[in-house]
């Protein structure tokens, strides 16, 4: 694959630089521009015609709904990610309707950021799912990260993003859990690129933040039940078990 040339347009000159920093890894990517103004914004893009733009909503000039509908309307062959916390379906449909390829959830899971931007530079967009699932997926991120930022599991640390994907697979696959060591943990080990031990000490690290703050009533309450007292804290697949019912609960 050809190198793809990449736009980023963000509310704040800190995440552009955040995410241009880790596209200098991706020897299938290049960042050729940064904005966080959308008037600004579509000029550049306009000259640089890049083949990625990932945008936010909340803009400086142009917002982004405005910012989608003018590269489209200079039929640019552009494809349009929006990276956004607003993920209602109302926002969602709206975004997809204007011209937008795909919808990704704040905070940014990078890795599937980069492999939703390979499918569709290989032409390959036949993977995007139905209006219903598509929800359902971005709806399902949200809720999981709402769950871990409210009971003090900070969003910077590894175990973060590992126990985040833990419960994605433990609502899509609940057998999973019977098969923590075994399954979960080497397959979330290959996905960001690291050993299954080191994403079981990471999860357990994140689980231990979260008790360490004392927000015990808080974890009951968001759960549902009264599964904790004290100092005592669950295991890794316990957590994990606990959060991804509730997730097919609410689903239910």
Known sequence: MNKQTVFLLQDTKELNDEL???FVNEENFEVVGCATDGISAISVIAEKKPDFLITGLVLAGYDGMSVITRIKEMELNTKIIVLSAMTSDEVVTKVISAGAKYFMAKPCNFPALIGIMKAFANGKDNFKPNPTSYFHRIS????????FINVGIPAHIKGYNFLREGVKMAVE???????????LYPSIGEKYNTTA???ERAIRHAIE???NR??????????????YVGAEKPTNGEFIALVADKMLLEEA
């Open 20 to 22: 241009s920093i880790k």
């Open 140 to 147: 399902l991120e949200e809720k999981i990260s709402k769950i």
């Open 173 to 183: 696959d609940p057998e999973i859990i019977n098969n923590i060591t075994k399954r």
């Open 197 to 199: 031990s080191k994403v």
């Open 209 to 211: 933040v979260a008790w």
């Open 214 to 227: 004392g927000r015990i009533e808080t974890i009951n309450n968001i759960l549902g039940v009264r599964a």
